[in-house]
Nanobody, 123 residues
Framework: QVRLAERGGGLVQAGDSLRLTCLAS?????????MAWFRQAPGKEREFVAS????????ESADSVQARFTISMDSYRNTLYLQMNGLKPEDTAVYYC???????????????WGQGTQVTVLS
């Protein structure tokens, strides 16, 4: 339905910054759609990071990252961003982009997913 492709992960030192991108294609999105970032560390459950409406409004983020991460949306370019500052070793995970009609923070409610991009933060 909607194809999602993440980019921007990498290996960094604690305190560094990264910007992740997610390009959506294959479907015409509008303001009924929401997009989100999730992450999953080895052996752990998938965790909500942040979400935003296609229009760029209504941004929300998890308490653990809201002081350091910023989600944004360029609807004209069908591209979702996650600016990550002050990275910590506990941020190490595979980061996934997701999309659905309507707002949600539960990953089980999303039906469109990218393949993920690895973020590794050294201590």
């Amino acid at each position: 339905q909607v194809r999602l492709a993440e980019r921007g992960g990498g290996l960094v030192q604690a305190g560094d910054s990264l910007r992740l991108t997610c390009l959506a294609s294959g479907w015409s999105l509008d303001r009924t759609w929401f997009m989100a970032w999730f992450r999953q560390a080895p052996g752990k459950e998938r965790e909500f990071v942040a979400s935003i409406n296609w229009s760029g409004s209504g941004a929300e983020s998890a308490d653990s990252v809201q002081a350091r991460f910023t989600i944004s949306m360029d609807s004209y370019r069908n591209t979702l961003y996650l600016q990550m500052n002050g990275l910590k070793p506990e941020d190490t995970a595979v980061y996934y982009c997701a999309a659905r009609i309507g707002s949600a923070k539960n990953g089980e409610e999303y039906n469109n997913w990218g393949q993920g991009t690895q973020v590794t933060v050294l201590s």
